[in-house]
């Protein structure tokens, strides 16, 4: 099953997607949101009949934020080995963990906000785990399929400088708002192989990331059990699993975001979506 949020800013309804035709099933639960997963609404929609549902084609609707305001947004770095040899970085004997505002999470196709005086933002094409029901401690990664609900694209936008130059502390560079596009919808787990899934990214039609989930380090079951380790995580919340090689911090020359550019994102078997690129504007 496909799940997605759409509808304008403040006017969002959960649906279900079924080919170009988008189910709203705001009739039968409140929202995608943490309190909505917690109370059975995936369970909820999954066995009910959806036919006598109101519709609306997918064609020019807006997907917002497949899941409503997500508690956490984790994020694993260097967790392709294809970005780790670009980045000549030792090979993590752990997952490495951190965190973003989930406040910078935007529907997939509103625009990414260049902060000011940025010169280093660069891409991160990443396949997104999303949690169906609260894990903590779990005793083994087989388990971790029990606990995914889906998954989805993010666009993990990085701002270098702050990341790498600002006395470390990645979250710095990572929590601008805008720099967390995510959807369009997400794929439930039944319908979604993780473990071999061509992911891409490209800007002004070049492409720029082009690799495989099955490049991955530590994979996404190990990572949902490494996580519940130490933080609890609830329904709704995401991981960003980690990106390929291509970013614009590893080209020679350095290849970061600018004003006026489209960025394409997308994975194979959930989807693709667009971002254009504008400097941020002070209001008033």
């Given at each position: 099953?496909?799940?997605a949020?759409i509808?304008?800013?403040?006017?969002?309804r959960p649906?279900?997607i079924q080919?170009?035709?988008?189910i709203?099933v705001?009739?039968?639960i409140?929202?995608?949101?943490?309190?909505?997963?917690d109370?059975?609404?995936y369970?909820?929609?999954?066995s009910?009949?959806?036919?006598?549902?109101p519709r609306?084609?997918?064609?020019?609707v807006r997907f917002?934020p497949?899941?409503?305001s997500?508690?956490k947004?984790l994020c694993i770095?260097?967790n392709?080995?294809g970005?780790?040899k670009?980045t000549?970085a030792?090979?993590?004997?752990?997952?490495?963990v951190?965190?973003?505002?989930?406040?910078?999470?935007?529907a997939?196709?509103?625009a990414?906000?260049?902060?000011?005086n940025?010169e280093?933002?660069?891409?991160e094409?990443?396949?997104?785990?999303?949690i169906?029901?609260?894990?903590?401690?779990?005793?083994?990664?087989?388990?971790?399929?029990?606990?995914i609900?889906?998954?989805?694209?993010?666009?993990?936008?990085?701002?270098?400088?702050?990341?790498?130059?600002?006395s470390g502390?990645?979250f710095k560079?990572?929590s601008?708002?805008?720099?967390?596009?995510?959807?369009?919808?997400?794929?439930?787990?039944?319908?979604?192989?993780?473990?071999?899934?061509?992911?891409w990214?490209?800007?002004?039609g070049?492409?720029?990331?082009d690799?495989?989930?099955?490049?991955l380090?530590?994979g996404?079951?190990?990572?949902?059990?490494?996580?519940?380790?130490?933080?609890?995580?609830?329904?709704?919340?995401?991981?960003?699993?980690g990106?390929p090689?291509?970013v614009?911090m590893?080209?020679?020359?350095k290849?970061?975001?600018?004003a006026g550019?489209?960025?394409?994102?997308?994975?194979?078997?959930?989807g693709e979506?667009?971002?254009?690129?504008?400097a941020?504007?002070?209001?008033?």
């Open positions: 099953m496909r799940i949020r509808g304008q800013p403040g006017s969002e649906v279900v080919g170009d035709q988008a709203y705001d009739s039968l409140g929202d995608w949101s943490r309190t909505s997963l109370k059975g609404a369970r909820t929609v999954a009910a009949d959806l036919s006598s549902l609306t084609p997918t064609a020019g917002a497949p899941i409503n997500p508690s947004v770095g260097l392709y080995l970005h780790i670009e000549n030792d090979t993590p004997k752990e997952p490495i951190f965190m973003k505002s989930p406040d910078s999470v935007v997939c196709e509103d990414i906000v260049i902060p000011p940025s280093a933002t660069d891409y094409v990443e396949l997104a785990i999303v169906g029901k609260t894990a903590l401690y779990l005793d083994s990664p087989d388990q971790s399929p029990d606990y609900l889906g998954y989805t694209i993010s666009q993990d936008v990085s701002e270098r400088h702050w990341q790498l130059e600002r502390q990645w560079g990572k601008f708002p805008t720099f967390n596009p995510i959807g369009p919808s997400i794929v439930t787990a039944d319908e979604f192989n993780p473990h071999n899934a061509r992911l990214c490209s800007v002004d070049e492409m720029r990331q690799s495989n989930t099955s490049d380090l530590f996404v079951n190990h990572l949902v059990w490494y996580v519940s380790q130490f933080a609890q995580l609830n329904p709704g919340d995401v991981i960003n699993t990106t090689f291509g614009g590893g080209l020679n020359p290849a970061y975001l600018k550019q489209v960025v394409r994102t997308g994975i194979e078997g959930i979506f667009t971002s254009h690129v504008i941020y504007k002070a209001q008033g």
